[in-house]
């Protein structure tokens, strides 16, 4: 794996500048998927938070972090996030029927693209690099986006065929925007072969993310691939000491939203109208009296 990200890595120094290669991930409307399922999402408090508003974040303490009872990552009725399936009336629905705006395809469509917005944005928060004290580079960002949509595609196997379905069109959606943002970094003539590089690691990771939580699995075997496949650049296979505190507290954040993903209820994950847990540091809690 690790060679292959070296060979993914000198295809797009070569293609173009590192400051447009790190950039590429940043949040932008995901593109659509199929123009009958024509979708925008909106601007709202769910998108990257102001890099200033960190600097009066008092220091995270790791080792406090998601011990909390797992709980359903649906948003409420009344939430401004909410995003509604459009109910037009009269003419123009008898022509969107006709067009089969309405389809089942066409619903999963647009709830595929709002889960994917929820994806990339939990992946590029700000807060997310400093809480686990993470350098944002082009590695990180797309093993975050991985990691993110590992946790949403497994969440919806356990809606039996149709999940996997649904979950088939959350990733075309990721793929078809990983390759344009990919091209707009200025990777053209090694597009394909970039490509195909970025999904085997991909599958690897999904491969290897499953692996750690299976019954017979070590208690650190999560920590560890997290560890290789979003911390390492040398290919160390321990972390050192500095480094194990976030690991380990990552390991407890992917757990923790796993268990609240699973108590999701399935309306709110075929729609999108889910958030991930809030990584913004806690505010200081007094303890005089």
């Excluded at 972090?65 to 123009?92: H, M, N, T, V």
């Excluded at 149709?162 to 053209?188: C, M, P, T």
């Amino acid at each position: 794996m690790l060679s292959r990200w070296s060979r993914a890595i000198a295809q797009i120094s070569n293609a173009g500048s590192q400051t447009r290669i790190i950039g590429f991930m940043n949040a932008q409307n995901t593109q659509n998927y199929a123009k009958v399922a024509a979708f925008t999402m909106p601007s709202s408090s769910d998108s990257i938070h102001n890099k200033s508003d960190n600097a009066s974040n008092p220091t995270v303490k790791l080792d406090k972090l998601f011990w909390s009872k797992p709980c359903s990552l649906a948003l409420a009725k009344d939430s401004p996030l909410r995003i509604e399936e459009p109910d037009y009336q009269g003419i123009r629905r008898f022509f969107l029927k006709l067009m089969l705006f309405y389809s089942k395809q066409s619903k999963s469509i647009r709830g595929a693209n709002v889960v994917y917005r929820r994806v990339i944005t939990q992946a590029d928060k700000p807060a997310i690099y400093n809480v686990f004290n993470i350098e944002k580079t082009f590695k990180t960002t797309f093993s975050l986006l991985v990691l993110h949509m590992w946790m949403c595609l497994r969440r919806l196997k356990e809606e039996g065929k149709e999940g996997v379905e649904f979950g088939q069109y959350v990733y075309e959606i990721y793929n078809h925007d990983l390759e344009l943002r990919v091209s707009k970094a200025g990777v053209n003539l090694l597009l394909t072969k970039w490509m195909k590089d970025l999904e085997k690691i991909f599958y690897g990771n999904l491969v290897a993310y499953d692996a750690a939580l299976l019954p017979e699995a070590g208690k650190d075997d999560l920590s560890n691939v997290i560890w290789r496949n979003v911390f390492s650049e040398d290919g160390e296979s321990e972390p050192s000491d500095a480094a194990r505190r976030p690991v380990q507290a990552m390991a407890r954040y992917v757990r923790h939203e796993i268990s609240c993903l699973s108590l999701t209820d399935k309306e709110a994950m075929f729609s999108g109208n889910f958030k991930f847990s809030s990584l913004e540091n806690p505010p200081l809690i007094s303890t005089k009296p």
